[in-house]
Structure formats: C-alpha cells, structure tokens
C-alpha cells in the first residue's frame, strides 16, 4: 500500500515552456556571446549552481568573464529575464498539477519534492501555490547534493517516515531521477503529460520504455488506489 508520492518539480508539476521561455541561447543573444561557447561554458558550471556553490548571478559572472563579454549589466539583464521566464512559468500552473496534490491530500497520501533547482528557480518554488501541498522538500540548491544521489531518495523517506517500497516517485525522467528512485527501492513512474510542450534543442528526456508511465495525472490518482 503507497503512502506517499514524491514528485520531480520541472516537466512534471510545472513546465518551462510556457509563456516567455529563455534558455541559453537566448542568454548568449543578450550578452554577445556565442551560443555554443556560451552552453559549453553554462553547462560547465550547471552541478556548481545546482548545489548552491553559485547563484545564478555568480555563475552568470563567471561564464560571461569566461568568454570575455563579462559586464554587470549583461549580469543583470540575463538575471532579470531568467526570472521574468520563470514568472510565467510559476503563474501559469496547469490547474490539473494543482488538482493532483489536492486529491492526493484528500487520500491521505504524503507528499514529497526531490528537485534539482538553481537559486532563482528556488525561490519561486517556495513562493508558488504548489509549495504548501509538499510534506518534505528537498532541493538540490539547499541540500548541497542533487539527483541522481541516492541520499536525496533516503533523506526522503525517512523525514516523511515511511518506507522506499511504500512511495511512488513522479517524474519526466531527466538527471536519472527514475533510475535512482527505482535503485532506492521507489516505484518510478515517468509522466509523459507535458513532453510534447518542449522544442528543439530543448527536448527532455526520452520516453522510457523500461518504466511505467502517466500520460494524465489522474493515472497517478489511479495508481494509489490499486
């Protein structure tokens, strides 16, 4: 018998693309840079801000002096519009994301987060109307571990006091979350309901044949009651 759903945040419970995106080729328009130069160099970094060792703003700083176009306006400018995308992005929650928690909580299940998030998306996760639904939160940017580390899975379990085998882990499938929840004793299911949304060269992560999936969050809602 489950008793608590633990939840990936993006592609899952919210979807960047929606109303104004900006990835890193936009940043790298903004800036002057060249936006291979400029993902090489995010992307080089991206574990760095997703454990807290940079906020957004630093590590903006040390990829724009990194390729030579560094300038506290650039900075700032590409820090504003990352946070204006994610305004849209926390503003527009799908009504069924809000519908699942809901119902999950009228069943008494427990109900978790496992996010890898930089610092601005950390702050509007704990501002959004989803973040009072989550028993447990654990974010990679507070934590200073991110998935796929099993000890996210186990922290998980343990502040909610229930069992690996009694949890469902909900997610798109990116960092290998559906594989370390799997290897923590979870049921992993891969959501697919927001994966025709994305674009290139933003595909997520591919549909996985090997793990059960909910193409509509009310599979989920089937799923604990079987």
Not at 8 to 28: K, N, P, Q, S, W
Not at 211 to 225: C, K, S
């Amino acid at each position: 018998m489950y008793k608590a759903v633990i939840f990936d945040m993006f592609e899952t419970l919210v979807t960047l693309f929606e109303g104004r995106t900006y990835f890193g080729e936009d940043i790298a328009a903004d800036v002057g840079a060249d936006p291979s130069d400029f993902r090489r160099e995010w992307h080089r970094i991206e574990d760095d801000r997703s454990i807290g060792r940079y906020t957004i703003e630093e590590g903006l700083e040390i990829v724009l002096k990194t390729l030579g176009v560094y300038s506290p306006e650039k900075v700032k400018l590409a820090a504003d519009k990352r946070l204006d995308a994610l305004g849209d992005t926390f503003s527009a929650i799908q009504p069924e994301s809000v519908r699942l928690l809901d119902e999950l909580k009228r069943n008494g299940m427990l109900i978790g987060l496992i996010t890898n998030t930089f610092s601005d998306e950390r702050d509007m996760i704990r501002s959004c109307i989803l973040f009072p639904y989550f028993d447990e939160a654990l974010i990679s940017y507070e934590q200073g571990i991110m998935k796929p580390d099993l000890r996210l899975y186990r922290m998980m379990t343990e502040r909610l006091g229930v069992k690996p085998e009694e949890c469902i882990f909900v997610g798109d499938g990116g960092s290998k979350e559906l594989y370390a929840a799997r290897e923590a004793g979870m049921h992993p299911v891969q959501c697919t309901w927001f994966h025709e949304r994305a674009f290139e060269p933003h595909i997520p992560c591919p549909i996985l044949d090997e793990f059960e999936h909910a193409n509509t969050v009310q599979d989920i809602l089937n799923l604990i009651q079987e």
